[in-house]
């Protein structure tokens, strides 16, 4: 829309420069502006904002918002469809370059498939849905967090039913934290020998897999975003990683091991190995799947079993004790360590 002259006034009717703005408005309440007043924004002549007064060609009278709105509306409608033919263009030429490349032994599928971000809730339970369909042996998953809300074990309770019901076998991987919630004890019950179950002081982020081909991790923190992974590599990654894990897990069936040391728990011992790593309470806690409160309350009494006035002086008596995970082989350090 702009015209002669753009050049000491670098912008359109949509966005005045802010003298343009004050003599355009003042013609606008007043219904015209004197030639004098207008001198300083030769722009608004030269955008057809103002133009001379019939009447009395010392005065500028102004062309009317509703006009301008219009004009500047076509400028870009015209400017959106031409920007639509370039895409279009754009994507026939690549399109038709992308063909080249296509072989006629190629899989069906295809290579930008391997990878597919899922977003939204209702994308990822459609994907996860159609997973389940197609499954035929076995789903491996690992659920991180503390006890299981119903919610969560009913929300893909009518995958597990579909499932159990085709004799795919299913083992769970938790935390240690889960044992106390009778939700999921509710849950293995009603599966049965279908689903086998075992936990760990700490485990990786959500995980499952299904007969595995096909993978589904979160993609971001909310959990509202997903990737569904096809790719042969990274399955077997994923697959080699929860073997890995399931072998240090302990059944859920069985009970956890004494630590060997009056006073401590299982759980503080879990929390010991983490604090000798140099974790804050807020980190420990949300890997052992328990709240912030409850872990200092935990740390407190490791406090007061050890005998420790300080959190450095906690430090040292963890080391002591042996409670630091390296001489007693704790399964939260063998999480971390190489194989």
């Known amino acids: 829309m702009a015209g002669r002259g753009t050049e000491k006034h670098p912008h359109g009717a949509d966005r005045l420069c802010g003298a343009g703005d004050r003599v355009y408005s003042r013609a606008v309440r007043r219904g015209r502006v004197s030639r004098t007043d207008a001198e300083a924004v030769p722009c608004l002549l030269e955008l057809a904002l103002l133009h001379p007064d019939p009447d009395d060609m010392d005065w500028l009278v102004p062309t009317s ?7 500047l509306l076509r400028g870009v409608y015209d400017e959106v469809s031409a920007s639509q033919r370039r ?13 080249l490349g296509r072989q006629p032994h190629a899989p069906a599928t295809a290579e930008g ?51 159990r019901g085709r004799g795919v076998r299913m083992r769970d991987l938790y935390t240690h934290v889960a044992r106390h919630g009778q939700g999921l004890l509710n849950y293995l019950e009603l599966m049965g020998d279908t689903v086998e179950a075992r936990t760990l002081d700490e485990v990786i982020d959500r995980l499952i897999l299904f007969d595995r081909t096909v993978a589904f ?8 975003m997903a990737l569904e992974l096809r790719h042969p590599a990274l399955v077997e990654y994923f697959v080699t990683v929860f073997e890995r894990l399931w072998r ?6 069985a009970p956890l091991p004494d630590t060997g040391i009056e006073g401590i728990s ?24 328990i709240s912030v409160r409850t872990c200092r309350a935990h ?8 005998g420790a006035a300080s959190r450095t002086q906690l430090g040292v008596r963890i080391a002591q004790v042996g409670l630091d995970g390296r001489t007693r082989g704790l399964p939260a350090t063998a999480l971390t360590a190489p194989e």
Do not use: K
Not at 146 to 162: D, F, K, W
Not at 248 to 253: F, G, M, N, Q, S
Not at 299 to 306: D, K, Q
């Open 266 to 289: 299982h759980r503080e011992q879990s929390i010991a190995a983490l604090l000798a790593e140099g974790h804050q309470d807020a980190v420990i806690a949300e890997r052992l799947g």
């Open 113 to 163: 498939s391997a990878i597919r971000v899922l977003d939204g809730l209702s994308r990822i339970q459609a994907a996860m849905d159609e997973a389940t369909e197609a499954c035929t042996t076995e789903v491996l998953t690992v659920q991180p967090g503390g006890i299981r809300r119903e919610a969560e074990l009913t929300e893909g309770l009518h995958r597990a039913l579909a499932l």
């Open 299 to 306: 740390i407190a009494r490791l406090s007061e079993t050890l």
């Open 248 to 253: 240090l897990a302990i059944p859920l069936t």
């Open 217 to 224: 991790i979160p993609a971001n923190a909310e959990r509202t």
């Open 65 to 71: 918002p509703q006009e301008v709105m219009t004009r």
């Open 87 to 99: 895409v279009g263009s754009a994507v026939a030429a690549f399109e038709w370059y992308a063909g």
